[in-house]
């Protein structure tokens, strides 16, 4: 099952951040290379998926 969140933080300049599960629970480290099919570069507030 697949889970929702939003991108908390982002350092664009070092290319990772953190994520919040929307159900709660402690952020999940995320880096640019698990933007491998997405356009453009995440923001911060972005609605991502989760695993």
């Given at each position: 099952?697949?889970h929702q ?23 999940v480290f995320v ?21």
């Open positions: 099952m697949r969140g939003h991108i908390s933080s982002w350092k664009d300049d070092k290319g990772f951040g953190f994520i919040t599960p929307a159900a709660g629970g402690e952020k880096h640019i290379s698990a933007f491998a099919n997405r356009r453009g570069r995440p923001e911060v507030d972005d609605r991502v998926p989760t695993s």
